[in-house]
């Protein structure tokens, strides 16, 4: 849909969102905005999911009130961004992200080297339709409007969303230059919602795929964090393989997709870790993450052992270091999410080792990272259909186990000694 297309707007009775479905932070929000004379909605993926008649994870409301005002009308909120600034508004664990309409990006505020489209600052502000078209995908920008609850479509996503579609929003061979994260969020979106992305899309997404180097780091994580919790990251990555951006992003996952046949592939891992998730117990962050190691690590074993003798715990310690410090510094890990990667794959290390003496055991079963990493040791299990009988035994040394407080000596009171009289000067 072109920018200057009329815009297609649902009434009430024409969609399928009811007010109240919408969250009660939300919707407190939207009344407050309203009520201040602020044109306000939703948009995003709530938007999105609510037409699918699909919970929405959470809630992106949009005004055309500056954070400022949006800061001054909510005590409970902060403002929030760099790139691009906006409101959390918090209610207890619910927390609603506060955006005001965007327009295109000023020129002279991009810290860019010159023919270069990565867009660095995103504060020039604009009008609902200026905002659909700043948005990633189609999808993505529909339009819940509170004044009257119709849902207002600027580019094209309904007849998106009923055919399944992942498409940019514009030029996808400029809005990947501009922020090449979303090339990222294409493959997400498309496994999420078991949805295929669009021929132009995917074709530009290969084009350039290099350019996911030039993204910040620290967003891309989150959003390969994002994609490892979803529930649905085997088929995420199955698209990244597809779009050419698995070997440039993550090179330790695509070096494994031919392993030996007595080495999973990182498919079958995906899909372990998927079931997994949808369990709906949380997954420890270092599982998620070393996940996406621990194919490396266990090539880079096999590759070790491959001799026929006997390798030495310290060189299978030195390869988690190296895997570790490459995958943390390209990524910019913290101190403290590298430390428990790295803990929780040695830890690993230590469990496929053949055989342990009663006391190394209990160390092990002691350990802050035995449990992240026997859930690594089970998923590679499932994957490979191998390792049962060990998975057993460790499984059985922790219900076996002492626990901390029951193994805890507590040291016995200081002695005090007698109090000395003090004597007495007469003068």
């Known amino acids: 849909m072109e920018a200057s297309a009329a815009a297609t707007i649902l009434p009430r009775p024409e969609h399928p969102i009811a007010w109240r479905q919408i969250s009660p932070g939300a919707r407190k929000v939207l009344r407050r905005l309203r009520q201040a004379g602020r044109n306000a909605g939703l948009v995003g993926g709530s938007v999105r999911d609510l037409m699918l008649q699909r919970a929405p994870k959470d809630y992106d ?36 992200e506060v955006s005001t309409f965007r327009g295109a990006p000023d020129p002279d505020h991009q810290r860019r080297s010159p ?32 004044s009257d609850r119709a849902v207002v479509d600027y580019t094209g996503g309904l007849e998106d969303l009923d055919r399944g579609c ?14 090449p994260v979303r090339m990222l969020r294409a493959c997400e979106f498309a496994a999420r919602l078991d949805f295929e992305i ?62 030996p ?43 070790l052992e491959a001799g026929g003798t006997g390798v030495r715990r310290r060189r299978l310690l030195q390869l988690v270091e190296d895997v570790a410090a490459d995958f943390g510094t390209r990524y910019a890990l913290s101190a403290e999410r590298r430390r428990r990667v790295v803990r929780t794959l040695e830890t690993f290390q ?15 079963v002691r350990r802050e990272a035995f449990g992240p990493a026997l859930e690594l040791f089970a998923l590679l299990s499932a994957a490979t259909g ?42």
Not at 70 to 91: C, D, E, M, P, Q
Not at 132 to 139: C, G, K, L, N, Q
Not at 167 to 179: K, T
């Open 61 to 96: 409301v949009v005004t055309d009130a500056r954070p400022e005002d949006v800061r001054r009308l909510f005590r409970n909120s902060r403002i929030i961004g760099r790139r691009f600034r906006l409101a959390h508004v918090l209610f207890g664990n619910e927390v609603i």
């Open 115 to 146: 023919g270069d489209l990565l867009v660095t600052s995103d504060n020039t502000y604009g009008t609902p339709r200026q905002d659909a078209f700043r948005r990633d995908f189609t999808v993505n920008a529909l339009f819940y409007r509170a």
């Open 166 to 179: 992942i498409r940019v929003i514009g030029d996808p061979n400029l809005r990947f230059r501009e922020d």
């Open 198 to 259: 669009e021929d132009e899309t995917l074709a530009a997404a290969f084009e350039h795929r290099r350019e996911i180097t030039k993204a910040s780091p620290h967003r891309l994580i989150e959003e390969l964090i994002q994609l490892l919790s979803s529930g649905r990251s085997a088929a995420a990555f199955d698209w990244m393989q597809r779009s050419g951006l698995l070997p440039v992003a993550l090179p330790e996952v695509d070096e494994v997709q031919q392993a």
């Open 261 to 303: 046949s007595g080495t999973a592939g990182f498919s079958q891992l995906a899909g372990r870790l998927d079931e997994r998730v949808d369990t709906g117990r949380d997954v420890p962050l270092a599982v998620l993450l070393s996940t996406l190691l621990l194919p490396r690590i266990v090539v880079g074993r096999e590759r």
């Open 350 to 364: 230590r469990l496929c080792e053949p055989e342990h003496s009663p006391h190394s055991v209990q160390q092990l």
């Open 386 to 427: 191998s390792g049962a009988e060990a998975l057993e035994f460790w499984r059985g040394a922790t219900e076996s186990a002492p626990s901390r407080s029951e193994t805890h000596t507590p040291k016995p009171p200081a002695r005090r000694g007698r109090r000395r009289r003090r004597r007495r000067r007469h003068l």
